[in-house]
């Protein structure tokens, strides 16, 4: 892929002609509108044309300004305002509901292309001594405001997009590591290294379109982590610079040197440094795969089965359960098959639902690694699982999950066509706390959306993924219309109180803040409550260590006092 085709279209997801076809899918389209109540299936909130959008004027800061042209390339320097609509937002629902109504009040003011550490180096000094706010940028997919320019002095603000620096520059296969710059996307990551026979083996669900940068500074979590650990145990070494100076860290495999400063640059969304450099453990590229799709009587019965499988010690390297609503909304979006094969599948369905499994839970699990390892864990996982009444459907649905897993967000820019509200939450917990904060958090959002928007139709999904020995994570889907006749602005407002609600409740039964979508501004209300009062007066000091005139990405993860 072209450095093009990693940018989204500027109010949606992916690049331009990349979007959700309902084309061959009358069912799902039926089911949707059932679901949602729709009675005239005709758009109703169409997003506003790109020359309708008028910038507010950049805030200019003549003496940077000056400095930056004179040290860099033109092509590295960028004002236009199609440039500052591309780097104003991630991709959270408010982030959309605002590109596609045309609200964009503080897009940044210059957007710049790094090549490298010393370019880096050169603009966060230049930045210190002009006072000018610094955002850093990967591929803009984050979903909590990390990315937003928010800072209340109203600086210049001017955002680093690190995309150019997307070089592997080297690989130690005795120590099976190998140094990334931070601007490389997903696929640019793996077809580096496959070509060499390894694999980094991290894969969100914005893989495509994210950035090895955006990873560590979010503390992402890909599908196969139960395999490879989340991004944060993938890291060993880091070049991070701060306006106080560069930070390195050694790729050695454990110190004892104090708190860990890779541990405390992860996670800390670009205010305290700018990484330009990761050392990361890679693996060699998988010899046996195996994904496929397992039901359930019910989302308790997979639980059990998954719980089991994790107390044994047969971790899969993805392991995946939906929750029945979820299970019901991957199956009616499949294409249709016909003729015999759709004769089979009804047929099977129906013996199905005599057995027991009318309203399914559906368990996708991979494994992956040498081949006689993967395949002993498949057998012994296939076997618990059996235990638990889990029907085998095989590799085909399996794959199928594999092919479209990062379809989703394609699917939401096109039912906020139809004027919904559409995003996820999530959590994690402990094993014992896990199903009752999914029934009460459940409860919750279901309370809340009926009132806020007055439906009774509307689409909550769950699924538990991401799992430790200790607990797992749950990860809610949530589609829902607005009222009818709601601005962007009460759309905004509707969402907002769904979310508080979710979080409240998430924080009150004993889960995580956020498993691995970060704080950014979305979540810095909780923050405190999650980090204590103490915690976070650490954070504020270790930020006004390393970046005394809160230049880096104001507004992101550290409450003002």
Known sequence: MSDEEYRHKWWGWGPEGHEYHMDGRPDFWAWICKT???????????????????????????????????????????????????????????????????????????????????????????????????????????????????????????????????????VDRESMTADLQPGMFGPQIEEAL????????????????????????TRSAGTQSNAYGKIEHMV??????????????????????????????????????????????VHPVPDFEDYRLLLFPSFDHGYRAILDCVQRGWIPSLARLSDERETELMFVAKRP?????????????????????????ALVVAFEGSRKKARQLKREVL?????????????????????SRYDVPYL???????????????????????????????????????????????????????????GACLYYTLAVRARDGSSPEEMIEQFNTIKRATTDEMMRCGGALSHHHAVGYEHQPWIEQELSTAGVNALRAVKQSLDPSGILNPGSLIPPK
């Open 36 to 170: 949602a109540e729709i009675t005239d299936p005709q758009p109703t909130t169409p997003h506003a044309s790109r020359e309708s959008i008028i910038l507010p004027p950049r805030r200019q800061n003549a003496a940077f300004e000056q400095q930056i042209t004179e040290q860099f390339q033109d092509d590295q320097v960028h004002v236009d305002d199609n440039d500052r609509i591309a780097h104003s937002y991630g991709r959270s629902y408010r982030d959309l509901v605002r590109l596609r109504a045309g609200i964009i009040d503080h897009p940044p003011d210059m957007v710049l292309y790094p090549h490298s550490h010393e370019d880096v180096e050169r603009v966060v000094e230049c930045a210190v001594e002009h006072d000018v706010c610094l955002i850093p940028f990967g591929g803009g997919t984050n979903i909590v405001g990390c990315v937003e320019p928010t800072d209340q002095k109203e600086r210049m603000a001017v955002t680093l997009d690190m995309r150019r620096m997307d070089r592997l520059l080297n």
């Open 194 to 217: 496959n070509q060499i026979g390894l694999s980094l083996g991290h894969h969100p669900d914005s893989f495509v379109y994210s950035t090895l940068g955006g990873w560590l500074a």
């Open 236 to 281: 060993i070494g880091m070049r991070v610079v701060t306006p106080t100076g560069t930070v390195e860290t050694k790729p050695v495999p454990a110190a004892s040197t104090g708190p860990d400063l890779n541990q405390l640059i992860v996670g800390s969304e670009g205010t305290l440094g700018i990484i330009t450099q990761a050392t990361m453990r």
């Open 337 to 361: 098959v016909t003729g015999i094969k759709r004769l089979v599948q009804k047929y099977g369905r129906r013996v199905l639902k005599l057995r027991g499994y009318g309203s399914p839970a």
């Open 383 to 403: 076997k618990l699982c059996r235990r638990h009444r889990g029907f085998d459907l095989g590799t085909g649905p399996g794959e199928a999950w594999k092919e």
């Open 412 to 470: 939401r820019d096109y039912l906020m066509d139809y004027g919904a509200i559409a995003d996820s939450f999530e959590t994690s917990t402990a094993w014992s706390n896990l199903m009752p904060l999914h029934r009460s958090v459940t409860a919750a959002i279901k309370q809340t959306v009926e009132r806020v928007t007055g439906r009774s139709g509307y689409y909550l999904g769950c699924h538990i993924s991401h799992l430790y020995e200790t």
